[in-house]
C-alpha cells in the first residue's frame, strides 16, 4: 500500500512540474533569445544557416502552441517578416525536455510568388524527421493555430 502511495505522490509531483515547466516556456522568438537555456538551442539549431536579418532583429510574432509527438510536449512559434509576412516566415519547434530546437524558413520567390524555398534545420532522423516537419509547415500556414488539438501525436 505504501508503494501505491509513493508511486501516486510521485506522480502528482511530475505533473505538477509539467504544468508549471509548461507556463514558463518560452512562447515567442523573442522570449526564446531572452531565455538563457532555450537561446542556446536556438543558436545550435541555426549553425551554418544564414537567417534574415530580421529574424535576429525581431519579426512580427505570434504566441506559440503546445504540440506532441514522441511522448514529448513540446512548442511550436512563428515569426513572419515585419510588414511582409507574405514574402519571409520562421518556425521554431521546441522541445524544452531535450533542450532541443528544430526549425523552418519560408522564403517567397520574389518573381514567382508560386514558389517557395524551404529551410530546414536540426532535422534529423528520428521522429521531427516526419512529425517536425509537418508540424512546423503546418504552424506557418496557420492550421496549427486553427487546429491546436489536431498536432497531438503519440
Known amino acids: 500500500m505504501q508503494i501505491k502511495t509513493s508511486l501516486a505522490i510521485a506522480i502528482v509531483a511530475v505533473s505538477v512540474a509539467s504544468l508549471s515547466l509548461a507556463e514558463n516556456l518560452p512562447l515567442t522568438l523573442s522570449t526564446v533569445k531572452r531565455d538563457p537555456v532555450a537561446s542556446k538551442a536556438f543558436e545550435a539549431m541555426k549553425k551554418d544557416h544564414a537567417l534574415p536579418s530580421w529574424v535576429e532583429r525581431g519579426g512580427t510574432e505570434t504566441r506559440g502552441n503546445s504540440v506532441s509527438f514522441?511522448?514529448?510536449?513540446?512548442?511550436?512559434?512563428?515569426?513572419?517578416?515585419?510588414?511582409?509576412?507574405?514574402?519571409?516566415?520562421f518556425a521554431i519547434l521546441y522541445d524544452p525536455q531535450r533542450n532541443v530546437m528544430y526549425g523552418l524558413?519560408?522564403?517567397?520567390?520574389?518573381?514567382?510568388?508560386?514558389?517557395?524555398?524551404?529551410?530546414?534545420?536540426?532535422?534529423?532522423?528520428?521522429?521531427?524527421?516526419?512529425?517536425?516537419?509537418?508540424?512546423?509547415y503546418a504552424a506557418l500556414t496557420g492550421s496549427v493555430a486553427n487546429h491546436p488539438d489536431a498536432f497531438n501525436f503519440k
Not at 70 to 89: L, Y
Open 70 to 89: 514522441d511522448g514529448r510536449q513540446m512548442v511550436v512559434m512563428t515569426a513572419c517578416k515585419p510588414h511582409d509576412c507574405g514574402s519571409e516566415r
Open 105 to 136: 524558413l519560408l522564403v517567397v520567390d520574389p518573381k514567382r510568388r508560386d514558389t517557395e524555398r524551404l529551410t530546414w534545420m536540426n532535422l534529423r532522423d528520428g521522429g521531427e524527421s516526419i512529425d517536425g516537419r509537418a508540424i512546423l
